[in-house]
């Protein structure tokens, strides 16, 4: 167990560059600059489902995604990323479902 916490912390420095501290995880997590452009892009998308018509865990998972919608260091990663550059900027994000 010792050796793969040590292996970690190890690639951690190594790769402190791709890894930032997400404020709205509990924890103070470490997430990397590709998961939060992940969590904001599907953050913006809004709620589509209702919960008492399908699938209750993807409705939370997607409410809880709501937080990233508006953050914005997750809006920075993503018109910095070459590949999302031509994405337009939202003037108003969706409406979350409550």
């Not at 420095?13 to 892009?41: D, E």
């Not at 018509?53 to 018109?79: N, P």
């Amino acid at each position: 167990m010792a050796q793969a916490y040590d292996m970690a912390e190890e690639w951690l420095v190594k790769n402190q560059q791709l890894m930032i501290r997400c404020p709205y995880q509990p924890g103070n997590l470490v997430i990397s600059k590709k998961a939060c452009t992940k969590r904001h892009l599907v953050g913006r998308k809004g709620i589509i489902s209702d919960p008492r018509r399908g699938d209750s865990f993807y409705y939370k998972v997607k409410k809880d995604l709501s937080l990233c919608r508006q953050c914005s260091i997750g809006e920075k990663l993503v018109y910095s990323s070459p590949m999302i550059r031509r994405l337009r900027r939202p003037t108003e994000y969706p409406r979350v479902a409550a």
